[in-house]
Structures are given as C-alpha cells and as structure tokens.
C-alpha cells in the first residue's frame, strides 16, 4: 500500500506561484509513475500532469503547458507540481496519484492509489 498526503495548497493572486508536495509512505514510489490531477466545483476531475517512474518522460494537459512542472525526489519519496502564471481557472482541489505502471500515464483509471487533495485558490 501507498500512502499519498499533499500540501501546499492556498490562496494566492492571479500570476502567482505555488509549489505542491506530495509525500508518499508505505513503499517507495521510485518504480510507479506519478501523477496530478484536479476538480474545480461543478466539474470531473481532469488530469493535470503525470511523470514515468524514472523521472525522464512527462506529460501535460494542454492549458497548463509552458506554466506548471511535475518533478520527483526519489530521496524524499516525493512528488512535486511547480505551478507559476497561475490563472483563477486554475482554482480546483489538486490530488496527486500513483499508478503500478511505469509510464506517465494521463488516465485516472490507471492510477492506484490517490491522495486525499490539496485546495488552491487563484484570486483574479
């Protein structure tokens, strides 16, 4: 079993930055493929930014490309999702996931284990 727990979260201005953790217990995530995704209010959760185990292939959905960065220390079990420029459509609770799989994989269906979120707000 994985444990995943986020943080970072909260308020902050439209073009601000946030960095979120998510620290992971239990097992070592170095051989799962790690990912983030997000629900605003009203709305399905939609994946946000995924990374293969090794660190060397990642992903982005579209509207977050060239702003957010996903990265991981495999030394501190962690996972992180660099977030600058951020925009008020950006406000949703963050989870972070892991998935047995190797790759950085976009589908919620493939991922195993899910973290309980983190809250970001993004004032316009």
């Known amino acids: 079993q994985v444990q995943l727990v986020e943080s970072g979260g909260g308020l902050v201005q439209a073009g601000g930055s946030l960095r979120l953790s998510c620290a992971a217990s239990?097992?070592?995530?170095?051989?799962?493929?790690m990912g983030w995704f997000r629900q605003a209010p009203g709305k399905e959760r939609e994946f946000v930014a995924a990374i293969s185990w090794s660190g060397g292939n990642t992903d982005y959905v579209d509207s977050v490309k060239g702003r957010f960065t996903i990265s991981r220390d495999s030394a501190k079990n962690t996972v992180y999702l660099l977030m600058n420029k951020l925009k008020a459509e950006d406000t949703a609770v963050y989870y972070c996931?892991?998935?047995?799989?190797?790759?950085?994989?976009?589908?919620?269906?493939?991922?195993?284990?899910w973290g309980q979120g983190t809250q970001v707000t993004v004032s316009s």
């Open positions: 239990g097992r070592t995530i170095s051989s799962y493929g």
């Open positions: 996931a892991a998935t047995n799989l190797l790759i950085a994989t976009i589908h919620p269906d493939q991922y195993d284990y």
